[in-house]
């Protein structure tokens, strides 16, 4: 049996869970100018090393959460587990949300949440 660590509700047996890819793929720019052989690369192309791979995990039977994880991929072993945060806040600035992901997205969450404050004021 497989326990993958929850970083909320800690280690669960892997049939609670659902895979969801490599960790830290940004999304394309402008994914209307891709080719479509661009686009498929984007979509189904993964890496795939022996050896430690940062991963994105959902515990679809517990906290309905995603989160990272390092697995290496010879052992099974998680390493280590990182939640995802989901925006910017004011003590972490848009270059610390989600984990090595896609600067642009996290700039435009940051933009996005300062827009949301200066409404309310």
Same mark, same amino acid.
């Not at 052989?37 to 192309?45: C, K, N, R």
């Not at 517990?62 to 390092?70: D, H």
């Given at each position: 049996m497989l326990l993958v660590p929850c970083p909320w509700c800690g280690p669960r047996e892997e049939i609670e869970f659902r895979y969801g890819s490599q960790a830290g793929i940004a999304y394309p720019t402008d994914p209307e100018a891709l080719s479509d052989?661009?686009?498929?690369?984007?979509?189904?192309?993964r890496d795939n090393p022996k050896g430690a791979f940062a991963e994105r995990w959902y515990h679809v039977a &517990?906290?309905?959460?995603?989160?990272?994880?390092?697995r290496d991929?010879?052992?099974?072993?998680?390493?280590? !587990?990182?939640?995802?945060?989901?925006?910017?806040? !004011?003590? !972490?600035?848009?270059?610390?949300? &989600?984990w090595a992901g896609d600067r642009s997205r996290q700039a435009d969450l940051a933009s996005r949440s300062t827009?949301? !404050?200066s409404r309310r004021s």
């Open positions: 052989e661009a686009w498929a690369d984007f979509l189904f192309l &517990g906290c309905r959460r995603w989160f990272n994880t390092v991929t010879a052992t099974y072993a998680h390493s280590s !587990r990182r939640r995802l945060r989901t925006r910017a806040t !004011r003590d !972490r600035p848009a270059d610390a949300v &989600g827009v949301r !404050r």
